[in-house]
């Protein structure tokens, strides 16, 4: 499942729900090169 896709050079903004894993984590793939992230958890 995807959630968002870009290409190289872009800035996208996103949001996405998701429920926190019972060991209180989240899975994040990047299936191509480096990307930064930024992460807000309330």
Do not use: E, F, P
Not at 20 to 42: E, H, K, R
């Amino acid at each position: 499942m995807s959630d968002l896709n870009w290409n190289a050079g872009q800035t996208k903004a996103n949001m996405v729900v998701v429920k926190i894993g019972a060991n209180n984590s989240i899975n994040v793939y990047n299936a191509t090169g480096n990307t930064d992230l930024i992460i807000d958890v309330m």
